[in-house]
């Protein structure tokens, strides 16, 4: 079966009628003399030329997949994704499924929107990429930094971009010690996150992850990474109230500190609500503690909100409605929605008193900047404002969603379900009940294989399934999506 036709689909065809006019340049008559393949084929790269079982053997043959187990995806095969439409993606079998992780809880806007094609194409045309190294930059990178500080939480207005979350968690992390340096406090470089954190992938962003998973195989975290523990009332099976547990989380965490000595901590990141660790929704008072402790003991507070900023739990950013204060704030995915990779750290005036006071500042990536990637941004952020998405997460369908995920609790493989705005999860536990639960059932991985199957996609991780759709979605669809992961969840208890 062919994944495409043999002539090129809509979006190629439109994209090799590119011309460089303004250069006097024909850029496809220039590949056309060159190399003597027209500008479709060579922009095709052999695209819609291969069959379905063609694609399979290329994929194993040369292709790792990130955070995959290979030999069983070689065994079952790999699912194919053709095409996007507004909340649904198209599969290798033509079925429509509804994305109920936003791809990777990124694709706020949906798989079809045009205003960042136009823009990204636009970009393309006037200047596909330039650095912001050295004193140059481009325009793209400015008016994005611009918008992101009068959007952002009040100490926060100045940007520095990365290609990812990892990246700018990382790059938060270098800012942080050159600060603590330039302040002649180098004997702050141990760094705290908590247990299920998920921060990335790179080594020092491995190491504040605090996922077994993704620590152990890397012989990981490295030395002066400490991770505290986690408000995770389901996992810690306590009896205590939201509040009296979350206080308790909190001794506990300021324990760790004085004994690691506040003097040798240099900060603390934090994800306002920890997405890939399990949708952990922290209890009341919890977070203000934990900022306020953090504030006592002069740690820098760090909030990753590379999940949860842009709308996701109905509001810009949640460290505005915590009122988190944070010195750092790091983001990515649902900045670009991601159409293109970028992160971008947010970082304090008064940090950044003192990094412009250090003279050079060396760091930064290739693409830090890229003005494509930021001019992507810049209009899913005009996309989100103009249809009023983050309103509409907060008063409508948030709400709603969150109604139909308190539904599902009444399924008797659901245990707990936890969310807010339009992210959500439900611990699972198998027939004999939560003490049946034994390590290594995935309950989660296999009610995700069955929801897939039912018509729609949700992350398994261990024994829950997490939910994070496009900020576009519609009750129709969110009832969709309820009722497919209903279905897959009867097939798993049955
Ligand atoms: C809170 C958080 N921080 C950082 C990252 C890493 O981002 P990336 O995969 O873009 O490196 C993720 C990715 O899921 C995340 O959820």
Redesign the pocket.
């Known amino acids: 079966m062919a994944t495409r036709g043999r002539t090129p689909g809509p979006n190629l065809r439109r994209i090799s009628g590119f011309r460089g006019q303004r250069a006097g340049w024909d850029a496809a008559e220039t590949v056309r003399s060159m190399t003597g393949v027209s500008i479709e084929e060579m922009i095709g790269c052999g695209m819609g030329q291969s069959t379905l079982q063609e694609l399979r053997q290329k994929d194993r043959a040369y292709h790792i997949h990130p955070f995959t187990n290979h030999v069983e995806m070689h065994r079952g095969g790999t699912h194919w994704i053709k095409s996007g439409d507004g909340c649904h993606l198209i599969d290798e079998q033509d079925r429509r499924l509804l994305d109920g992780l936003a791809g990777?809880?990124c694709v706020n806007v949906g798989y079809n929107c045009a205003a960042i094609v136009e823009a990204v194409h636009a970009q393309m045309e006037e200047l596909p990429y330039y650095p912001s190294f050295f004193n140059s930059t481009t325009e793209p990178p400015v008016l994005l930094a611009e918008w992101l500080a009068n959007h952002a939480p009040a100490r926060l207005n100045k940007v520095i971009y990365s290609n990812?979350?990892?990246?700018?968690?990382e790059t938060a992390l270098k800012i942080i010690r050159a600060y603590w340096k330039l302040r002649g406090k180098s004997h702050k470089r141990k760094v705290l996150s908590r247990e299920f954190a998920?921060?990335?992938?790179t080594l020092a962003?491995t190491s504040l992850t605090g996922l077994p998973n993704c620590t152990e195989p890397f012989d990981l975290p490295l030395e002066n990474f400490i991770h505290v523990p986690a408000p995770y009332a389901w996992a810690a099976r306590t009896a205590l109230s939201p509040a009296a547990f979350g206080a308790d989380v909190i001794a506990r965490t300021a324990e760790i500190i004085d004994r690691e000595g506040p003097e040798t901590i240099a900060a603390m990141f934090v994800?306002p609500i920890q997405?890939?660790g399990g949708v952990i929704i922290p209890p009341p008072g919890y977070l203000a503690a934990l900022r306020g402790l953090c504030r006592e003991r002069d740690i820098l507070f760090v909030a990753?909100?590379?999940?949860t900023a842009f709308g996701r739990l109905g509001v810009w950013f949640a460290s505005e409605r915590e009122q988190l204060d944070p010195d750092i704030l790091?983001v990515?995915?649902g900045l670009t929605s991601g159409y293109l990779?970028l992160?971008a750290t947010l970082v304090s005036d008064e940090i950044v008193e003192v990094i412009h006071s250090g003279g050079y500042f060396a760091h930064g990536y290739t693409y830090t900047g890229h003005p494509v990637c930021t001019a992507a941004a810049l209009a899913n952020l005009r996309v989100i404002e103009s249809l009023g998405l983050v309103d509409r997460v907060r008063d409508d369908v948030g709400p709603y969603f969150q109604s139909k995920l308190a539904g599902l609790a009444s399924h008797p493989a659901v245990g707990e379900v936890r969310g807010d705005g339009l992210i959500g999860a439900a611990e699972l536990v198998p027939r004999g009940g939560r003490d049946a639960l034994r390590p290594g059932m995935m309950l989660g991985l296999k009610a995700a294989d069955n929801i897939r199957e039912e018509g729609s996609i949700v992350r398994g991780i261990r024994d829950l399934i997490a939910l994070a759709p496009p900020l576009i979605i519609t009750h129709g669809e969110i009832d969709e999506l309820f009722d497919s992961a209903r279905r897959g969840l009867d097939r798993l208890w049955n």
């Open positions: 990777l809880w990812s979350g990892s990246e700018a968690n998920y921060h990335g992938v962003a994800e997405g890939a990753d909100e590379v999940i790091n990515a995915k990779p992160g």
